[in-house]
């Protein structure tokens, strides 16, 4: 059997973004009276797969497809994570952490890994400020400047909300650039630099979230390092 969210367990971040080689750590908070944590990951487009297990003897099994993996996973009384040394962008995905009892494994919400690969792909987004500190009610000015070889009009940037304890990153904000319904990806022999502010009022019941600038183009996304927004 399976449940979602049944019991109290907790992963912090509904949205996580690193660069393609950096190292990630995905963590999740449990109750202490589960014998056995999983960790299962979902593919873009695929059901999950069976990831590792660690029991509370902590012995890690990694399951076929992952056995020859470099990742990591240590466990306390009531805390788990999952550690890649260096993601790629196969890596990228939702990743579950799940417990098991009396043949019911509990599921919670998830994290989506997004592995950013600009290198690859010649578009660099940068987000000013990293951190932002706002009276509640009032707006929060971000600014994202994307740099490319393709250009603006076939680009399309949107922003994206992820705060903890949300059950996925939702998108908010969406900039439209006159030709977006035909965009054609065609690459430039020179680079295009192009700047999107957006202003978000921030309610008076907000709880802390980082904002995300994204853009679409040639069938790929790269997100942005992100802003945090708190109120104060």
């Not at 695929?46 to 996973?73: C, H, V, W």
């Not at 998830?110 to 010649?122: E, H, I, K, M, Y």
């Not at 921030?202 to 790929?220: K, S």
Request: a negative charge; proline letters at 5%.
């Amino acid at each position: 059997l399976v449940s979602a969210g049944a019991v109290d367990i907790y992963q912090g971040q509904s949205l996580v973004s690193v660069r393609s080689g950096e190292a990630v750590t995905l963590n999740c908070t449990l109750p202490d009276q589960y014998e056995d944590v999983l960790w299962y990951k979902q593919p873009l487009g695929q059901i999950p797969q069976e990831m590792a297990l660690k029991g509370r003897t902590m012995d890690t099994i990694l399951y076929p497809g992952f056995q020859n993996s470099s990742i990591k996973l240590e466990r306390t009384e009531k805390h788990i994570s999952l550690t890649i040394p260096h993601t790629t962008k196969d890596d990228e995905g939702i990743y579950y952490c799940a417990t098991s009892a009396l043949k019911i494994i509990s599921f919670y919400k998830g994290t989506f890994l997004a592995v950013r690969d600009d290198s690859q792909f010649n578009v660099s987004v940068l987000q000013t400020p990293a951190l932002q500190s706002v009276p509640p009610g009032e707006a929060v000015n971000l600014q994202c400047t994307v740099l490319s070889e393709i250009r603006s009009a076939e680009l399309r940037v949107f922003w994206i909300r992820s705060a903890a304890g949300s059950s996925f990153p939702e998108i908010i904000f969406t900039h439209h650039n006159s030709s977006s319904s035909s965009r054609q990806c065609e690459i430039s022999s020179s680079k295009h630099s192009s700047v999107y502010n957006f202003s978000p009022n921030i309610p008076n019941n907000h709880h802390a979230a980082t904002y995300y600038c994204t853009v679409e183009t040639c069938g790929r996304i790269i997100i942005g390092n992100g802003t945090a927004v708190a109120t104060g």
